[in-house]
């Protein structure tokens, strides 16, 4: 039964919005040409060792190019994280997204909700933290100090504009 004051959280407009993911310098052209070069000066190489007589050691340089390519591959699985932050007049929502595919999600009321940050002396911004009622939750983990620096200042003029309420423009 509904009387018809509840608030539509799902026709909310988000006030902030922000989808965070891990950096990543090298895209997969890059990779290609990085496992290419490595593979014809690995076997070149390898060929010089193999007709000196030292056999093995060619064997250890294709090796070499394996374990590269498996710690590249490693690494672009776990590009695959995300966080996204979703600030509305009524809830502010993380939702964290593994390089696994696992999701966990939280909901905070941005009234009760406070940016806490670790500064380093030397380093800078080092932690994002928000915290409600008792509960931190760490955000931003994988952004540089700059990065989470210039996040911090987007989500807490976000969370005031959230605190202010919504606005009413009659003339829209």
């Known amino acids: 039964m ?3 004051n509840e ?3 799902e026709s909310e ?3 902030f ?8 310098s090298l895209n997969r052209t890059g990779f290609l040409a990085v496992m290419l070069f490595l593979s014809v ?12 007589g030292a056999w093995p050691v060619f064997g250890f340089f294709g090796l070499d190019v394996l374990v590269i390519w498996w710690a590249f591959r490693v690494n672009f699985r776990t590009a695959r994280a995300s966080e996204e932050i979703v600030i509305t007049p009524s809830e502010l929502r993380v939702r964290r997204v593994s390089h696994r595919g696992q ?3 939280w909901v905070f009321n941005p009234l009760w909700v406070r940016l806490d940050q670790d500064v380093d002396e030397e380093y800078g911004l080092e932690h994002l933290y928000l915290i409600s009622r008792g509960r931190c939750l760490s955000i931003g983990g994988f952004l540089g100090p700059e990065e989470k620096a210039s996040f911090a200042k987007a989500l807490i003029q976000a969370l ?5 309420g919504p ?3 009659p003339v829209t």
Not at 17 to 24: E, G, I, K, M
Request: cysteine-free.
């Open 160 to 164: 005031n504009a959230a605190r202010r």
């Open 167 to 169: 606005t009413y423009n």
């Open 17 to 24: 919005s922000a989808l965070l993911t891990p950096h990543r």
């Open 103 to 105: 999701v966990a999600e």
């Open 7 to 9: 608030i539509e959280r």
């Open 2 to 4: 509904s009387t018809g």
């Open 41 to 52: 000066v690995s076997f070149a190489t390898g060929i010089v060792f193999l007709m000196m």
């Open 13 to 15: 407009v988000p006030i």
